[in-house]
């Protein structure tokens, strides 16, 4: 069992900067894929970025390539995503994911656990 809780969204304007964090509870946190989606009022869910459990490979959605980063503390149990050069049109619910396999997937349907999600306000 793995719970997943994230911080740091806020309300930031365009070109500004956030960093999200996902603290993660459970002793096996360390050989999990993790992930970050993100869902807009009236829009599908929708990848933003992922890395394998031992960091090794990450991986982005196009929109957000050059501009976000993905990392992960296997000590701390914790999966951060740094956000630069925000854009109105990334403002949504963002939220942690964690998948079994390991290896960090964009398909949200190999992720077993989610946390409760932060919210992140981009103003033009």
């Known amino acids: 069992q793995v719970r997943l809780v994230e911080s740091g969204g806020g309300l930031v304007q365009a070109g500004g900067s956030l960093r999200l964090s996902c603290a993660a509870s459970?002793?096996?946190?360390?050989?999990?894929?993790m992930g970050w989606f993100r869902q807009a009022p009236g829009k599908e869910r929708e990848f933003v970025a992922a890395?394998?459990?031992?960091?090794?490979?990450?991986y982005y959605t196009d929109s957000v390539k050059g501009r976000f980063t993905i990392s992960r503390d296997n000590a701390k149990h914790t999966v951060d995503l740094q956000m630069n050069s925000l854009k109105p049109e990334d403002t949504a619910a963002y939220y942690c994911?964690?998948?079994?396999?390991?290896?960090?997937?964009?398909?949200?349907?190999?992720?077993?656990?989610w946390g409760q999600g932060t919210q992140v306000t981009v103003s033009s």
């Open positions: 994911a964690a998948d079994h396999y390991g290896l960090g997937s964009s398909a949200s349907h190999y992720y077993n656990y």
């Open positions: 459970g002793r096996t946190f360390s050989n999990y894929g």
């Open positions: 890395i394998s459990w031992s960091a090794d490979s990450t």
